[in-house]
């Protein structure tokens, strides 16, 4: 189990640069098309980045230095799912992650639940990792399970 999650961390958290690039980079347009296409009711943070708020929890709010364990599902705009956790969710430092988690988090109280929308300067910008290839907006359903 532990060799699981620690390969599931280095999946989603450690990038490798292989200094390929994506042709066909996705923008703010591509985010704003599907929250449209997908009836979303949205905020974007002075960032860029999108989340949609649909239970807002109301234990603990985490910081961006905070311990927290998360379940979730990472995919794609055109709905590829790339990861995801179990229902028990793993956990880890905020400074750990991507910049649009280490953001998106913070918006929810413990309990909470919803979606982040997240452009590839938050992400892992323009280069391709880990299968995600560059430029790609990255779209995670998230339940902040603790603060911890």
């Excluded at 704003?32 to 649909?54: E, M, P, R």
């Excluded at 995919?75 to 799912?81: A, D, K, P, R």
């Excluded at 929810?108 to 997240?118: D, K, T």
Aim: aromatic share 10%; hydrophobic share 35%; proline share 3%.
């Amino acid at each position: 189990m532990k060799s699981f999650v620690s390969l599931l961390l280095i999946i989603l958290f450690v990038s490798c640069n292989n200094n390929e690039s994506n042709s066909n980079p996705q923008t703010e347009a591509d985010i704003i098309k599907y929250i449209k296409d997908h009836n979303l009711t949205a905020q974007k943070s002075s960032t860029g980045l999108y989340y949609v708020i649909n239970k807002q929890g109301e234990g603990a709010k985490p910081s961006s230095n905070s311990n927290v364990t998360v379940s979730y599902k990472g995919y794609f705009i055109n709905g590829t799912v790339f990861d995801q956790s179990n229902a028990a969710g793993i956990s880890f430092n905020l400074q750990q992650v991507i910049k649009g988690w280490t953001e998106g988090i913070t918006y929810f109280n413990e309990g909470g639940e919803g979606m982040l929308l997240i452009p590839s300067q938050l992400g892992y910008g323009s280069t391709d990792r880990n299968g995600i290839p560059g430029g790609s907006v990255l779209l995670f359903d998230i339940k902040l399970l603790k603060v911890n």
